[in-house]
């Protein structure tokens, strides 16, 4: 069935809160209302009740918290972060306290949490509202990390997301709610750590994260018309990384850009090319080309917006720059 | 206290500009004309304008993510807000802010904030400063009735007590954070006394009296400046608008909006007071109308046509020096 990634998501809410009674959902206005800002947690409270679709106050280190002890203790909690901006309130409780739960109480612990939260630019919502810090959290060892960029796989992977043991960190690109596609019904789930190859292509690989694997797509497309053939790969899921399917594109192409919208130091482009410098250096006919966002906060007037996040032209241009080398 | 004349009218200007400034707001985003999230502090002027009514421009005030009204009241330029709202690089935050983040440093405007209770400990710093430079100047932070149940909330009221820092928290309660009710977010029934729980008087006004807000901030203010450490005010006022721009605001009561309107405005008291004291008179008061709409009008057509920066700018300002290889 076609749909958005905001429907995709609403609907795998249901269908896992109908599968497991252990599943609740808590964040600021989910519950009541028209279920956030991006209406993603719309008819929740009416089909399963406030019990277990839970508003809080504005409390970010009390929700992600909690969210982490009840998961502790039985709950399969899905708590709601609204922007990740807000981790900036709340980073004690997940990197101090449940990512380190498993670790420090010698594997006693099991905490199956699933944060959602929203990342990215591109709608002019600036400095604090805007960032994408997920390699910040792909850092961290203990939480796994998930950022698809259609509404197939964020079904796929928020399934998994929920029915998994680890604490999980879901980041929803804003930009992407609205992006439809076909979804498959019923029973969906994809394993994390699986790249998906959206493109098959043999002169160079094109990685992108998030909503940089659609702008990938798009860079495809417009190489393809100059008769250069790209390979797409999103990887889906940060943490763990599928380093596996990365190198085996690239031993193919020998050619790699990687796309994410991060700030580039200490990336998720960095990572990938680090690995590809370390463990693909055989297969590699031209430099690792980066793309990412400039070392700045993301600036709230759109002229400049446009320009901080990476555009299908800098994908283009850099495709080029390797394939001339 | 008696509010000399000449105070009287500016109180009014501001509380018009901050009306009128919202109003235009609300209708160029409807034209699809500012960008990002937008949310509007109609109805709530009274608060901004009767505490920063007893500020000097040293005095520092932070703001929240409604912020238009507070960074008015203490004295940013209209035209410059304008411009940073439209997203022109020659607004006061050269487009890098937006609505979120109206900031004037200058002005003791220490920004609004997208990070709700993000402003309080801020506050206590600049509260600090303040006490430790002994030059007699007070930390305002404004905050919402949601955001007083955040950690950094609590965190800042007993830090400015156990400091004891001239730092005055105002908290506005206009009856919902988003749209969830207060009553429903605040665990206990009486946030006042929840909040001088912490060790500070907390003055209450209605806020859609000028004259209530004007005489309790002006208590705590003064019990802040004269070194007796923090005090709060309390004020409650709806507001006109949705919490953002474009909210279908469907939380609300029937008839809610129209009474809130109708029989809460700052304005409509104000005139009605000076009517009944004769210190200003209505045809004072319609002339300084006709200036704010003048006013409002030229900061909309100077902010459609003030310059947008160019790409180089994206990275100008995020250090004063990164070194020889930046
Ligand atoms: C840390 C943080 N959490 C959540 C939000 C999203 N948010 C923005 S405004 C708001 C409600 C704030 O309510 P209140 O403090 O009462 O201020 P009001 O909007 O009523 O002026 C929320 C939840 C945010 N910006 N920052
Ligand atoms: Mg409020």
């Known amino acids: ?325 | 206290m008696s509010i000399p004349t000449e105070a009287l009218s500016d109180a009014y200007r501001l509380m018009k500009t901050i009306r009128e400034f919202e109003e235009r707001v609300n209708a160029e985003i409807m034209n699809g004309q500012i960008p990002g999230f937008t949310h509007l502090y109609t109805g709530q002027e009274a608060n901004a304008v009767g505490v920063c009514a007893h500020l000097d421009t040293d005095d520092t005030i932070i703001s929240t993510h409604r912020g238009h009204g507070h960074c008015i009241a203490k004295g940013a330029d209209v035209s410059g807000m304008m411009k940073e709202l439209f997203g022109s690089s020659e607004g006061l935050c050269k487009g890098k802010g937006g609505s979120m983040h109206v900031a004037d440093i200058d002005k003791g405007i220490l920004g609004a904030n997208g990070i709700v209770a993000g402003g309080p400990p801020i506050s206590v710093g600049s509260a600090l400063a303040a006490k430790i430079r002994k030059n007699g100047k007070v930390a305002v932070s404004f905050s919402g009735d949601g955001s007083v149940n955040q950690g950094t909330c609590f965190e800042a009221m007993n830090m400015a007590v156990v400091l004891k820092v001239p730092a005055v928290f105002v908290i506005e309660n206009n009856y919902y954070s988003e749209h969830t009710n207060i009553s429903y977010a605040v665990g206990c029934d009486d946030l006042k006394a929840r909040t001088e729980a912490f060790g500070f008087p907390v003055f209450v006004a209605d806020g859609a009296d000028f004259f209530a807000v004007h005489e309790a901030a002006g208590k705590a203010i003064a019990h802040a400046r004269a070194g007796n450490g923090p005090a709060g005010v309390f004020a409650e006022q709806g507001r006109y608008h949705g919490h953002f721009v474009g909210d279908p605001q469907h939380y609300r009561g029937e008839g809610e909006l129209d009474d809130l309107r109708e029989n809460r405005c700052c304005l409509k008291n104000f005139r009605a007071r000076m009517l009944e004291s004769g210190e200003v008179s209505e045809d004072v008061l319609d002339g300084i109308d006709a200036e704010v709409m003048a006013l409002i009008e030229q900061a909309t057509i100077d902010a459609k046509a003030a310059a947008r920066p160019t790409p180089d700018q994206v990275t100008e300002d995020v250090y004063i020096n990164y070194g020889a290889g930046a």
Do not use: W
């Not at chain 1, 998961?71 to 309130?89: K, N, Y």
């Open chain 1, 1 to 325: 069935m076609k749909m958005s990634v905001r429907e995709a998501i609403n609907l795998t809410l249901h269908e896992e809160m109908a599968r497991d009674p252990r599943v609740v959902i808590m964040g600021e206005d989910v519950a009541s209302g028209q279920g956030g800002v991006y209406g993603v947690t719309a008819g929740l409270t009416e089909k399963f009740g406030v019990a277990r679709v839970i508003d809080t106050p504005i409390t970010e280190s009390a929700i992600v918290g909690a969210a982490g002890g009840a998961a502790l203790t039985g709950l399969r909690p899905v708590a709601e972060l609204m922007f990740i901006d807000f981790l900036g309130v709340c980073l004690d409780q997940l990197l101090n306290q449940i990512a380190k739960f498993r670790y420090m109480f010698g594997g006693q612990a099991r905490t199956p949490l699933v944060i959602r939260t929203m990342i990215g630019a591109g709608e002019g919502t600036g400095p604090q509202h805007s960032q994408i810090l997920y390699p910040m959290l792909a850092a961290i060892p203990g939480i796994k990390v998930v950022a698809p960029s259609n509404a197939a796989d964020a079904k796929g992977l928020l399934a998994e997301a929920i029915r998994q043991d680890d604490p999980v960190v879901f980041c929803e690109h804003k930009a992407l709610y609205m992006d439809e596609c076909e979804v498959p019904e019923g029973d969906y789930v994809i394993p994390f750590g699986k790249a998906r190859t959206v493109v098959q292509g043999t002169d160079i690989t094109l990685c992108g994260l998030s909503r940089m694997a659609v702008l990938a797509d798009q860079a495809a497309a417009e190489l393809a018309a100059e008769g250069i053939s790209a390979e797409v790969i999103d990887p889906r899921t940060l943490s763990p990384l599928d380093e596996e399917s990365i190198l085996a594109s690239v031993s193919k192409t020998g050619r790699l850009v990687v796309v994410d919208e991060s700030n580039p130091l200490c990336s998720m482009a960095s990572e990938i090319s680090g690995m590809v410098a370390e463990f693909g250096f055989d297969y590699l006919d031209a430099p690792v080309q980066r793309v990412t966002a400039p070392h700045t906060p993301v600036p709230a007037t759109p002229c400049l917006e446009k320009d901080y996040v990476p555009s299908v032209a800098d994908i283009v241009r850099a495709a080029k720059k390797a394939l001339a080398y």
